[in-house]
């Protein structure tokens, strides 16, 4: 199974700020590597898919890039909306992995 | 609108069996493969199970941990997906959640663009 790691677990940030929240595979998932966001009591969301391609809708403030084992999310300028746990998640094989999730928090 | 709306949760007895369904609405159910992806309370996501659209085979794949103890299905005439789980322990508590595959038609890769509100289940005596 490919295990996937996130860091940080949490980060405190403020309105404006950029944020970046690293994810690594114990083995090379190439780009199938996919973003969510989940805010409380909610189902989560699909921000970027295909490691750096920008689901319809999602704000351009998101990217993401990486391939093969390390990938990176990147919020440019952290809006309120914006605090939420963010999860990866590989989808080169299965068991199809996620990563154990990012909490953003207001500072 | 595209939909997808789990029902069937519920409080169930270890051991027992639970069968959640996944209706969708406003697109050709069909063509997707789907998804089941649980979350434990307090943690984070996991991948259950999926099964293909009827052009890759209709096969499914498991999460180890539920292999042999659920079964996905699907009916494409009324477009709606199973979750049979039997033989339910404790672990099992969770919301479950029924998601979409991104692009129809494709075997294996996708992530999942549409996500129901979830359904939660509760394995306890």
């Known amino acids: 199974d490919v295990q996937m790691t996130q860091s940080p677990s949490s980060l405190s940030a403020s309105v404006g700020d950029r944020v970046t929240i690293t994810c690594r595979a114990s083995?090379?998932?190439?780009?199938?590597l996919n973003w969510y966001q989940q805010k409380p009591g909610k189902a989560p969301k699909l921000l970027i898919y295909a490691s750096s391609s920008l689901q319809s809708g999602v704000p351009s403030r998101f990217s993401g890039s990486g391939s093969g084992t390390d990938f990176t999310l990147t919020i440019s300028s952290l809006q309120p909306e914006d605090f939420a746990t963010y999860y990866c998640?590989?989808?080169?094989?299965?068991?199809?992995?996620f990563g154990g999730g990012t909490k953003v928090e207001i500072k | 609108e595209v939909q997808v709306v789990e029902s069937g949760g519920g409080l169930v007895q270890p051991g027992r069996s639970l069968r959640l369904s996944c209706t969708t609405s406003?697109?050709?159910?069909?063509?997707?493969?789907m998804n089941w992806v649980r979350q434990a309370p307090g943690k984070g996501l996991d991948w259950v199970a999926f099964?293909?659209?009827?052009?890759?085979?209709?096969?499914?794949e498991y999460a180890a941990s539920v292999k042999g103890r659920f079964t996905i299905s699907r009916d494409d005439s009324k477009s709606i997906a199973y979750l049979q789980m039997n033989s339910l322990k404790n672990e099992d508590t969770a919301v479950y959640y029924c998601?979409?595959?991104?692009?129809?038609?494709?075997?294996?890769?996708?992530?999942?663009?549409?996500w129901g509100k979830g359904t939660t289940v509760t394995v306890s005596s």
């Open positions: 406003g697109f050709t159910f069909g063509d997707y493969t």
């Open positions: 998601t979409r595959d991104l692009n129809p038609s494709i075997w294996s890769g996708e992530p999942s663009d549409v």
């Open positions: 083995q090379s998932v190439s780009n199938y």
């Open positions: 998640q590989q989808s080169l094989s299965t068991p199809l992995t």
């Open positions: 099964i293909r659209s009827k052009a890759h085979g209709g096969t499914a």
